[in-house]
T-cell receptor, first 114, second 114 residues
Framework: GNSVTQMEGPVTLSEEAFLTINCTYT??????LFWYVQYPGEGLQLLLK?????DKGSNKGFEATYRKETTSFHLEKGSVQVSDSAVYFC?????????????FGKGTKLSVKP | ETGVTQSPTHLIKTRGQQVTLRCSSQSGHNTVSWYQQALGQGPQFIFQ???????GRGNFPPRFSGLQFPNYSSELNVNALELDDSALYLC?????????????FGPGTRLLVL
């Protein structure tokens, strides 16, 4: 079945460091890909998305490119801030039927130190 | 524009009891999805409702059931609670079914089963 694999955390970085969180997927058809962020004690917020191959999603300095050849959707940010500390989830939207449900990775916890 | 809201925020139940969780979808959205997020894990899809009909279900037993009302708000009911049902329950709304639509999440209901 469809699945999402994220790099294991936690990831600890100093402020202004470069961030990469790896995400690969297994899917039939042409899924849409998402990154969601969860701050402590809160629900999920959509960070960015891409709906077809070679699309680049971007928001708040974060970017991810839909790479069909490597089945990847890695999240990057050039300079992280303390306020970026959160759990990041990669997800795909299945194409099966008309369900559109999301399949999530296990999440990667990011801690940014001043 | 009002976002997705959920009630209650926290709930404590004992094993064998029944629980009802509620979700109000974002204005203009006709689809509600429910997810279960165990501690330290990514959310798992429970089911989705579109225009008051179930529109897909994940790998959850029949004691997990739901409803969607004409105003597109929704309920999640869980019967015969088990200890493993302790989790954060997330509701997400979107404005159409199918892959690629953006699901907007509420803050969640944290359920503890003793």
């Amino acid at each position: 079945g469809n699945s999402v694999t994220q790099m294991e955390g936690p990831v600890t970085l100093s402020e202004e460091a470069f961030l990469t969180i790896n995400c690969t997927y297994t899917a039939t058809g042409y899924p849409s890909l998402f990154w969601y962020v969860q701050y402590p004690g809160e629900g999920l917020q959509l960070l960015l998305k891409a709906t077809k191959a070679d699309d680049k999603g971007s928001n708040k300095g974060f970017e991810a490119t839909y790479r069909k050849e490597t089945t990847s959707f890695h999240l990057e940010k050039g300079s992280v801030q303390v306020s970026d500390s959160a759990v990041y989830f990669c997800a795909l939207s299945e194409t099966r039927g008309s369900q559109g449900n999301l399949i999530f990775g296990k999440g990667t916890k990011l801690s940014v130190k001043p | 524009e009002t976002g997705v809201t959920q009630s209650p925020t926290h709930l404590i139940k004992t094993r064998g009891q029944q629980v009802t969780l509620r979700c109000s979808s974002q204005s203009g959205h006709n689809t509600v999805s429910w997810y279960q997020q165990a501690l330290g894990q990514g959310p798992q899809f429970i089911f989705q409702y579109y225009r008051e009909e179930e529109n897909g279900r994940g790998n959850f037993p029949p004691r997990f059931s739901g409803l969607q009302f004409p105003n597109y708000s929704s309920e999640l009911n869980v019967n015969a609670l088990e200890l493993d049902d302790s989790a954060l329950y997330l509701c997400a709304s979107s404005d159409r079914t199918g892959p690629g639509e953006t699901q907007y999440f509420g803050p969640g209901t944290r359920l503890l089963v003793l």
